[in-house]
């Protein structure tokens, strides 16, 4: 029986780069945001690959939940990395029976680099908020597995993953720090646009502060997510 694990994750995070660390793992199937053509048919967003993803993935988010998250696979644990404003519209019971991670990143350094690739940012694009009411749901529903803060894990990749697995119950393997440089077969067809920088990577790179100044309608942004994520580091693995 296959125990499936959502890493809900905002835009701009780290969130590839520990998709990769897992699925150097012999016991898990490793999944690339199985509802992504689900949230861009609904949400009408113009991202870059737009086409590609509606061509390669189902657009119904009830049967993603049913054929894909929920599917048994051949190996005792799947992990589906998850852009959480992913989830909009979609009921969430169905997190009653998966295990699920929260990734969260500074409000800052992800308008920063979301700001890079998309010409409008707005709070909904960053995903924070959305993660706030996902962290309120989990916690009501006991389904809440671990918090993850993309800076701590960065400072500390062998201390927090090894927290995160025994939050998971699952062992921490040493060979989830490193992988091979260049496109992966876990990668969704939008890769090309989006994973330029991890497909340099061979695992997870140092972490390094931003000092560039927002304008004023970005900093706008990172001020009203700024509440949401600094309750979201509450409850972050130290």
């Known amino acids: 029986m296959t125990t499936p694990i959502c890493l809900w994750s905002s835009p701009r995070n780290i969130s590839t780069a520990l998709m990769y660390s897992f699925a150097q793992r012999s016991d898990m199937t490793v999944i690339d945001e199985p509802l992504y053509a689900y949230f861009l048919e609904r949400s009408g967003a113009g991202h870059p690959g737009r086409m590609q993803v509606l061509g390669t993935q189902s657009t119904d988010g009830n049967r993603v939940v049913s054929d894909v998250i929920l599917k048994e696979y051949p190996t005792p644990f799947s992990l589906h ?41 707005t709070p909904a694009d960053v995903g924070i908020p959305q993660q706030f009411e996902l962290l309120q749901y989990l916690m009501k529903t006991n389904r809440l597995t671990a918090v993850v803060d993309a800076r701590t894990l960065l400072l500390d990749p062998p201390s927090i993953l090894k927290q995160l697995c025994d939050k998971l119950e699952i062992p921490f393997m040493e060979k989830m720090l490193h992988w091979k440089a260049g496109p992966r077969k876990e990668d969704g067809v939008w890769a090309e646009f989006w994973y330029s920088n991890v497909h340099k990577s061979t695992g997870f790179q140092q972490y390094k502060a931003k000092e560039e100044v927002l304008p004023p309608n970005l900093q706008q942004v990172v001020d009203e997510c700024q509440p949401y994520y600094d309750t979201l580091l509450n409850y972050a693995l130290k």
């Not at 969430?92 to 295990?99: G, I, R």
């Open 81 to 121: 990395k998850q852009m959480t404003h992913h989830l909009d519209g979609l009921e969430k019971n169905f997190l009653e029976k998966t295990k699920n991670v929260l990734l969260i990143r500074s409000p800052y350094e992800i308008v920063l680099s979301y700001a890079k690739v998309m010409n409008r940012v």
